[in-house]
Nanobody, 128 residues
Framework: QLQLVESGGGLVQPGGSLRLSCAAS????????IGWFRQAPGKEREEVSC????????YHYDNVKGRFTTSRDKAKNTVFLHMSSLQPEDTGVYYC?????????????????????WGQGTQVTVSS
């Protein structure tokens, strides 16, 4: 079973930057896609970005496009979310989630609607 652990959250001032990590265990990155989600206080969970482990194709949703970047380190079985120009509305608990894929396949991860495996989340607070 794929296991995911998020880390890197914390308190940052508006306009600042932060990098989150999603460490995976159980199988190599080629065998799954990863989605980043967040949930702000009093709001529903929303997707932020996604990446395919085999080819590294990414998609960033409108709420963070141009400010956040998603990347991977296959040797470390880790996916990163680089966050810049952070604003108070970016505050929330950030989760990474995984879905198995065929390592020889080609995927648009924005079309993935089901993520069976989830991490525990890491808190990001943007405040002065």
């Amino acid at each position: 079973q794929l296991q995911l652990v998020e880390s890197g959250g914390g308190l940052v001032q508006p306009g600042g930057s932060l990098r989150l990590s999603c460490a995976a265990s159980g199988l190599a990155l080629d065998y799954y896609a990863i989605g980043w989600f967040r949930q702000a206080p009093g709001k529903e969970r929303e997707e932020v970005s996604c990446i395919t482990g085999n080819n590294g194709d990414t998609y960033h949703y409108d709420n963070v496009k141009g400010r956040f970047t998603t990347s991977r380190d296959k040797a470390k079985n880790t996916v990163f979310l680089h966050m810049s120009s952070l604003q108070p509305e970016d505050t929330g608990v950030y989760y990474c989630a995984g879905r198995n894929i065929d390592p020889d396949g080609s995927y648009d991860c924005s079309k993935i609607y089901e993520y069976p495996y989830w991490g525990q989340g890491t808190q990001v607070t943007v405040s002065s």
